[in-house]
Every structure is written in structure tokens, then in C-alpha cells.
């Protein structure tokens, strides 16, 4: 079974910097896209950022210029860095795995928690 392990969560001020970490492990990592996902109370589950096996990123508008996605295949890790945050950005935030061709994600990580407030 795929195991998804995210940390680096809290609370920051706003304008404040977090860097999100997921370590994956019983999967080829290099062969899957990664990405994550934010859910605030009441909404669904959004796309923040993707970053695909070639290392092509997209990211949702509203952290363009604000988050960096990145992945280091040697440490099957993908990281979240978030700067500049924002109250809006507050949510639980989901690392994902998902085949290349798979329309949807194929795991997910158990979720780690932003809260953005002064």
C-alpha cells in the first residue's frame, strides 16, 4: 500500500512562510505526478499545485507567485513552499499521487493542517 506522509503544517501570521513536505513510499515515485490539494471547513477539495514526472508545474491563480512546488526523486519527496500567506489560504492541506494516466489522484496523504491568523 502507498504511503503518503506530509508534515510541516501549522499556524503562521500572515505573510508569513510555511515549506510543506510529503515523503512517499512503496511506489516508483519518479513515475508519478505529484500535487497538492487544500479543503477549507465547508468547501471541497481543490488543486493547489502540480508538478508532473518531467517536472512541468501548474498552480491554481489565486498562489501564482506566491507558492513553489518542487520534488526531489532521490528523497521521494514533493515539497510545498508558501510564501506570503493569506487568512484565505487557511485549509487542510492533501499531498496526492497520481498515474499518468489517471484522470484523478490515486492516493492521497492523511492531510496536515495551515492556518493562517494573527
Known amino acids: 500500500q502507498v504511503q503518503l506522509v506530509e508534515s510541516g503544517g501549522g499556524l503562521v501570521q500572515p505573510g508569513g512562510s510555511l515549506r510543506l513536505s510529503c515523503a512517499a513510499s512503496?511506489?516508483?515515485?519518479?513515475?508519478?505526478?505529484m500535487g497538492w490539494y487544500r479543503q477549507a471547513p465547508g468547501k471541497q477539495r481543490d488543486l493547489v499545485a502540480r508538478?508532473?514526472?518531467?517536472?512541468?508545474?501548474n498552480y491554481e491563480e489565486s498562489v501564482k507567485g506566491r507558492f513553489t512546488i518542487s520534488r526531489d526523486n532521490a528523497k521521494n519527496t514533493v515539497y510545498l513552499q508558501m510564501n506570503s500567506l493569506k487568512p484565505e489560504d487557511t485549509a487542510v492541506y492533501y499531498c496526492?499521487?497520481?498515474?499518468?494516466?489517471?484522470?484523478?489522484?490515486?492516493?492521497w496523504g492523511q492531510g496536515t493542517q495551515v492556518t493562517v491568523s494573527s
Open positions: 496526492s499521487v497520481q498515474a499518468p494516466f489517471s484522470r484523478d489522484p490515486d492516493y
Open positions: 512503496r511506489i516508483i515515485f519518479s513515475t508519478y505526478h
Open positions: 508538478i508532473t514526472t518531467t517536472g512541468r508545474t
